[in-house]
């Protein structure tokens, strides 16, 4: 006999999001104490976790709180997705032989580290947080030469030197579009080969990409439990809001897969290939590869 649809979850999903919608549409517009007032209608992880950021006198800045960040990695299916990314990266490393190896915005080390063994190359790491450098540097192997930068890449790109692999898990993002054509453009000469790990983020209409947003933090958040609100007030608020509130301290640019392609692209690298990872609960992560002309 046929069932009928199981449609009372579905509409106690669908509940909750039109309440957040439209907190995140007064973020857009920049009504920050409207969009509190309807996260706070909102009993889901995000509503709660929303009304509560929008209600302190948080400055939106992510990363100075490694505590935050690290909470966030440790858990929230990063697990899998890290161990996806190393392998990844020790499957490039055992077709490249790379010598010098560069990687930008390293954070603590996570991706690189286990992506090292059986391989020695010489090691630049550059890093805008102290703490994550620091934590990433005590990580990698005895032996190792290590060139540890305590800065933004685009200092760095300065004078990046040659590197055999220059990669980038989950950083490049933190760049405005601009400022990643000139990083890119500037390595180029310099590097055998780029790895870029992201998340093929879809381009939306902007109804559909807060649509998007309220559906991927809720789950998101719903993943954390005994670190919910240090995972939320510390990092995937800021994040979130600095996407829509105008004015607001803002931390990545992220895009489709395509469009990375294009970018590394126009910025001089060729060979440009696409590789899926893992089905991440915000979005699709991959890894680039491409050629450039050191």
């Known amino acids: 006999m046929e069932q009928p649809p199981a449609t009372t979850g579905?509409?106690?999903?669908?509940a909750g999001p039109v309440t957040i919608i439209s907190a995140l549409g007064a973020l857009t517009a920049g009504e920050r104490d409207r969009a509190r007032e309807f996260a706070a209608r909102v009993g889901s992880p995000l509503g709660t976790a929303l009304a509560e950021y929008?209600?302190?006198?948080?400055?939106?800045?992510?990363?100075?709180r490694p505590a935050a960040f690290q909470a966030f990695i440790d858990g929230g299916g990063n697990v899998g997705l890290y161990e996806a990314v190393s392998g990844a990266l020790t499957a490039l490393y055992d077709r490249v032989r790379p010598g010098a190896l560069l990687d930008v915005g390293c954070?603590?080390?996570?991706?690189?580290?286990?992506?090292?063994?059986?391989?020695r190359p010489r090691v630049t790491v550059?890093?805008?947080?102290?703490?994550?450098?620091?934590?990433?540097?005590?990580?990698?192997?005895?032996?190792?030469?290590?060139?540890?930068?305590n800065t933004g890449v685009e200092e760095f790109v300065t004078g990046p030197g040659r590197h055999d692999v220059a990669q980038s898990t989950f950083?490049?993002?933190?760049?405005?579009?601009?400022?990643?054509?000139?990083?890119?453009?500037?390595?180029?000469?310099h590097v055998g080969t780029l790895a870029v790990v992201e998340f093929d983020v879809p381009d939306l209409s902007p109804q559909?990409?807060?649509?998007?947003?309220?559906?991927t933090y809720e789950r998101g958040l719903a993943k954390y439990d005994d670190d919910r609100d240090l995972v939320a007030q510390g990092f995937l608020m800021p994040v979130l809001t600095g996407q829509l509130l105008p004015g607001a301290v803002r931390?990545?640019?992220?895009?489709?897969?395509?469009?990375?392609?294009?970018?590394?692209?126009?910025?001089g690298f060729a060979d440009v290939e696409i590789t899926p990872?893992?089905?991440?609960?915000?979005?699709p992560a991959f890894l680039l590869t491409a050629t450039g002309s050191a």
């Open 171 to 189: 950083a490049l993002h933190a760049l405005p579009h601009d400022v990643r054509d000139a990083v890119l453009a500037a390595l180029a000469p």
């Open 107 to 119: 954070g603590d080390g996570r991706a690189l580290v286990p992506a090292l063994a059986g391989h």
């Open 54 to 64: 929008l209600g302190s006198d948080a400055d939106g800045t992510v990363y100075d």
């Open 277 to 283: 990872l893992f089905d991440y609960w915000s979005s």
């Open 10 to 14: 579905r509409r106690v999903c669908e």
């Open 208 to 215: 559909r990409r807060l649509e998007f947003l309220a559906e």
């Open 126 to 149: 550059v890093e805008p947080s102290t703490a994550l450098l620091r934590t990433a540097v005590e990580r990698l192997p005895d032996g190792l030469v290590v060139d540890a930068r």
């Open 251 to 267: 931390s990545t640019w992220e895009q489709p897969a395509a469009a990375w392609v294009a970018q590394v692209t126009r910025a």
